[in-house]
């Protein structure tokens, strides 16, 4: 396993829409792609990661959903190929971040409840209803794969003062 580099906001790749991918074709490199997002998520404690954070054009991500009675217990780990998200329900404003964008929080609006259909790590179509922070994983880690950052569903009046956060945080990024 290996903790990998995390492409940053302006990075080319974090723009594009990925293309979906054949299973067969990626499943012999999977075990070894996926231990490899997984340790790189936990390193920067992060809840998602998608391939193209790690600079690879994949219809992939990995989320790790924290256990809420006990932090020390392993994730909840959801690997989803070629997602689409097939209902949203109920929406509300909350605060979120980027591990492509590190120190920049800012409350943008998501769906509180979703259905989504992805292939798993298995090769098995899944419908899952998510809610709460697993639907807002959802949701991000599936714009991530879109070629869409959280920063784009910001109050449009607020993306001025964005601006200027990331101009001064830019530096700080390796």
Not at 46 to 68: E, K
Not at 102 to 113: C, H, I, M, N
Request: hydrophobic share 40%.
């Amino acid at each position: 396993m290996a903790v990998l580099r995390i492409t940053k906001y302006g990075e080319d790749i974090l723009r594009q829409k990925l293309k979906p991918v054949k299973y067969e074709e990626i499943a012999p490199r999977l075990p070894q792609l996926l231990a490899d997002m997984e340790e790189t998520c936990l390193a920067v404690r992060g809840v998602g990661l998608a391939a193209n954070q790690i600079g690879l054009d994949l219809r992939l991500a990995v989320i790790l959903l924290p256990n809420p009675e006990d932090d020390k217990l392993p994730p909840t780990r959801y690997v989803i190929i070629n997602p689409v998200i097939l209902a949203k329900r109920a929406e509300k404003m909350d605060e979120e971040g980027c591990l492509s964008l590190p120190g920049l929080w800012a409350e943008v609006p998501r769906a509180t409840d979703i259905t989504v259909r992805y292939t798993d790590e298995n090769g098995k179509e899944q419908v899952k209803r998510a809610r709460g922070l697993l639907a807002k994983a959802f949701q991000h880690e599936i714009d991530h794969l879109d070629g869409k950052l959280f920063i784009d569903l910001v109050d449009p009046k607020l993306k001025p003062e964005v601006k200027k956060i990331i101009k001064k945080l830019r530096p700080t990024w390796d």
